[in-house]
């Protein structure tokens, strides 16, 4: 089966860290670029962050030197590491492909 499956997300305290995992199944998944997403209630969702097949990295300006993307292509697993949490990253959470595959999302609530 087809997928991208998150999981990671849940209640964390301003400066706190998560670690969301996104693992792939039925795709050859060291042939694609993963990508973070996360939507908040009423808003778009946004690109957070990315990693190339080449290991290039990228980073939304909101999140840069908080947030850090890996992946692992032996496990198929793509990770974002947070750190320095703000109130203002609670959202639900996507990872992506980059070729139109998205996982069912996981929540992330940064609150005291």
């Given amino acids: 089966q ?3 499956v ?3 997300g849940g209640l ?4 706190g860290s998560l670690r969301l995992s996104c693992v792939a199944s039925g795709i ?3 042939n694609y670029m993963m990508a973070w997403y996360r939507q908040a209630p009423g808003k778009q969702r946004e690109l957070v962050a990315s990693i190339y097949r080449s290991g290039t990295t990228d980073y939304a300006d ?3 030197d908080r947030f850090t993307i890996s992946r692992d292509n032996d496990k198929k697993t793509a990770y974002l590491q ?3 949490l703000k109130p203002e990253d ?3 959470y996507y990872c992506n492909n980059g070729a ?3 996982g069912q999302g996981t929540q992330v609530t940064v609150s005291s």
């Fill in 2 to 4: 087809v997928q991208l």
């Fill in 6 to 8: 998150e999981s990671g």
């Fill in 12 to 15: 964390a305290q301003p400066g």
């Fill in 28 to 30: 050859f998944f060291s």
């Fill in 62 to 64: 909101s999140v840069k």
């Fill in 82 to 84: 947070m750190s320095g």
């Fill in 90 to 92: 609670t959202a639900v």
């Fill in 100 to 102: 139109g595959l998205w």
